[in-house]
């Protein structure tokens, strides 16, 4: 999904929902990450990272639903 900058910052300043999806997403996004860039990692670490990406996955989806009915709004 093509996201529009203007309606990204329309939303994020509107919505406050958004915001705190957009947030929780960003701090999994950055944990994913770490997990990523280790070298060895547990069994345990791999199913964080699962459940982490799953979270993300699902806190997106809602944050485009969101983006999508703000669209039709302006259209």
Do not use: C, G, W
Not at 22 to 33: D, G, I, N, Q, R
Not at 36 to 56: R, V
Request: net charge positive; glycine share 0%; hydrophobic share 30%.
């Amino acid at each position: 999904m093509d996201i529009n900058p203007a309606l990204l910052e329309k939303v994020s300043k509107e919505n406050t929902e958004f915001r705190e999806l957009y947030a929780e997403h960003t701090t999994l996004k950055h944990k994913v990450e770490a997990l990523n860039k280790t070298k060895l990692i547990t069994p345990e670490q791999e199913l964080e990272k699962k459940k982490h990406q799953k979270q993300k996955l699902s806190l997106k989806d809602r944050m485009e639903k969101i983006l999508s009915l703000y669209e039709e709004t302006t259209n």
